[in-house]
């Protein structure tokens, strides 16, 4: 069974950084990797997604050129660099992985348990 454990958030000031990490295991041939993230109250929403080989990339449009994707693919891990961050960035960040490239919850069968990022003002 696959499995995807996140780890890397914590609490951090506007303006700062973070770098999420998403490690895979069991028996993974996702081509795809994604990170979504939920607000409370609000629905999960698509942040960015990679295809394994690293050459394809996709971002929301509220974290384009202040988040970047990245994997190293012989340690089975997904990076999530986050910078210039704001309080509305706020949010559990879950990993995902499918077969498919899916901006949607719904395209992705294999998640993490998620990791809890709070962005101060």
């Known amino acids: 069974q696959v499995q ?8 951090v000031q506007a303006g700062g950084s973070l770098r999420l990490s998403c490690a895979a295991s069991g028996p993974f041939s996702s081509s795809f990797m994604a990170w979504f993230r939920q607000a409370p109250g609000k629905e999960r929403e698509f942040v960015t997604r990679i295809n394994w080989s690293g050459d394809s990339t996709y971002y929301a449009d509220s974290v384009k050129g202040r988040f970047a994707v990245s994997r190293d693919s012989a340690k089975n891990t997904v990076y999530l660099q986050m910078n210039s961050l ?11 992985a499918s077969g498919i490239s899916s901006i949607r919850v719904a395209g992705y069968p294999y998640w993490g348990q998620g990791t809890q990022v709070t962005v101060s003002s």
């Open 86 to 96: 704001k309080p509305e960035d706020t949010a559990v960040y879950y990993c995902a």
């Open 4 to 11: 995807l454990v996140e780890s890397g958030g914590g609490l």
